[in-house]
């Protein structure tokens, strides 16, 4: 399964035409990563193609204070529903602290919302090859997993070979600076600016580009791994799932 996705996306990664009309699936998972980001952090967002520029873009409204406060009321409610077992507690405490770092401030959701596009192109990316791997939540498995195989690894190029270019390719670089228009920013730019400005650390593109090409190696490693020892960690998914585990 890992070998076929692995080949075919290889395969239609050199070749021009595929890979320009496969391009719209990253476009779709990347854009999907913002807008769940963002509405996550209480800015409510709309994904798009862009048809002027090329790619897409996710339109977000700035914070909201009473869907900021839904959320919070979620974290409650699961942390209510949960109390009694203690693994699951201090999982949904991890994420509540963090969702609150988050969404304090307004250059944090920035950074998050920024970083969850090619973020949420390696996630979705990780979570496709497991499906793959397991045969878990497909309906034609025959079908749908080679196919999910070769999704994950198309993604996974694809976002390795932009962030390659980005470190070692000038004109690319040059390109990438100029925007949207010239006028929007691009996402590893506005990373690298709120970094620089807010907490002085020295800080560009390339960096940034080496976080995310460092970082597109983890959720698949994950996902292999999850699946080699899938009957621990199902064991230990399930009793997460228990309200009282006594």
């Not at 999907?32 to 897409?56: I, K, M, S, T």
Request: proline letters at 4%.
């Amino acid at each position: 399964m890992l070998a076929g996705g692995l080949v075919a996306a290889l395969i239609a990664h050199v070749l021009p035409f595929v890979r320009f009309v496969l391009s719209p699936l990253v476009t779709l998972l990347h854009e999907f990563g913002h807008a769940v980001a963002a509405w996550l952090l209480g800015c409510p967002a709309v994904p798009a193609f862009d048809f002027v520029y090329g790619g897409g873009v996710t339109h977000h409204k700035y914070f909201q204070l009473p869907l900021g406060i839904l959320i919070a009321v979620g974290w409650a409610w699961l942390a209510w529903t949960f109390r009694r077992n203690p693994r699951t507690l201090a999982l949904i405490g991890v994420c509540t602290v963090a969702w609150l770092v988050a969404v304090s401030s307004e250059w944090r959701r920035e950074v998050v919302i920024s970083a969850m596009g090619h973020g949420g192109e390696l996630i979705l990316a990780g979570v496709l090859l497991y499906m793959a791997l397991s045969g878990v939540g497909w309906r034609i498995p025959e079908i749908e997993r080679p196919l999910g195989a070769f999704t994950a690894f198309f993604v996974q190029i694809q976002t390795m070979q932009f962030a390659w270019r980005l470190r070692n390719d000038a004109d690319y670089l040059a390109w990438y600076r100029e925007g949207k228009g010239g006028a929007m920013m691009n996402d590893l730019e506005v990373i690298a600016l709120d970094i620089k400005i807010w907490t002085g650390l020295s800080l560009d593109i390339e960096q940034v580009a080496g976080w995310l090409l460092a970082f597109s190696l983890i959720p698949v490693a994950i996902a292999i791994l999850l699946y080699v020892f899938r009957e621990p960690v199902n064991a230990f998914a399930r009793s997460l799932l228990l309200l009282d585990p006594d």
